[in-house]
């Protein structure tokens, strides 16, 4: 199957800071990636829709400016983290859809997300 | 907000089919069934997608009311390793579909 790859896997940051996080789709192309964030106990929540070579869509609620999002190639979208606070400590997952033409459904692939920690 | 509505929790042990059930009352017609899970920790896996139609893969069968407003995800041998957080969603086909998670099942597999 399709993989997706986030890197780091997790870090730890001081207030204030900005982080980035990468998603890369390993052995297929992605036009459209998605973020996603996780609280503890909680679901997953969409943060935005990132397609490549074009500006993303956020989610309501979701601060465009403090989540930097970009989806420069087929392969790879980051997000970023501006001025991080601790509020902002979370489970960051993507996923990424295949380039599909013609089909019906809408395979989505996630990575393993990233975990923020923000002190 | 989600469009499903699915049991908080659910017991099953192990070896036997563990049946997972959604409701989804409004689906519009052009909408897919998805269920995908989640162990702790890591990110989704899709498990199964379907439309109208009952679908069997390598992991679990999808059974689709005949209304489609209420499927069942079921596994048919349930292992320890299938305890996780099970999500059932609705989305639009295309390109354009996002996948939005409910609060989904948690699913504990017991020996």
């Known amino acids: 199957g399709a993989v997706v790859s986030q890197h780091p896997s997790w870090v730890i940051c001081k207030s204030g800071t900005s982080v980035k996080i990468e998603c890369r789709s390993l052995?297929?192309?992605?036009?459209?990636m998605f973020w996603y964030r996780q609280f503890p106990k909680q679901s997953l929540m969409l943060m935005a829709t990132?397609?490549?070579?074009?500006?993303?869509?956020?989610e309501q609620g979701v601060e465009k400016d403090k989540f930097l999002i970009n989806h420069a190639s087929l392969t790879l979208s980051t997000l970023t983290v501006t001025s991080a606070h601790p509020e902002d400590s979370s489970f960051y997952i993507c996923?990424?859809?295949?380039?599909?033409?013609?089909?019906?459904?809408?395979?989505?692939?996630f990575g393993p997300g990233t975990r923020l920690t923000v002190l | 907000d989600a469009k499903t509505t699915q049991p908080p929790s659910m017991d099953c042990a192990e070896g036997r089919a563990a049946n997972l059930p959604c409701n989804h009352s409004?689906?519009?017609?052009?909408?897919?069934v998805y269920w995908y899970r989640q162990i702790h920790s890591q990110g989704p896996q899709y498990i199964i997608h379907g439309l109208k139609n009952n679908e069997t893969n390598e992991m679990a069968s999808l059974i689709i009311t005949e209304d489609r407003k209420s499927s069942t995800l079921i596994l048919p041998h349930a292992t320890l390793r299938d305890t996780a957080v099970y999500y059932c969603?609705?989305?639009?086909?295309?390109?354009?579909?996002?996948?939005?998670f409910g609060q989904g099942t948690t699913l504990q597999v017991k020996p």
């Open positions: 052995d297929f192309q992605a036009t459209t």
């Open positions: 990132s397609n490549e070579g074009s500006k993303a869509t956020y």
């Open positions: 969603i609705v989305s639009v086909s295309g390109n354009t579909g996002k996948l939005i």
């Open positions: 409004t689906i519009s017609g052009n909408e897919y």
């Open positions: 996923s990424a859809k295949t380039i599909t033409t013609g089909t019906s459904y809408n395979e989505q692939f």
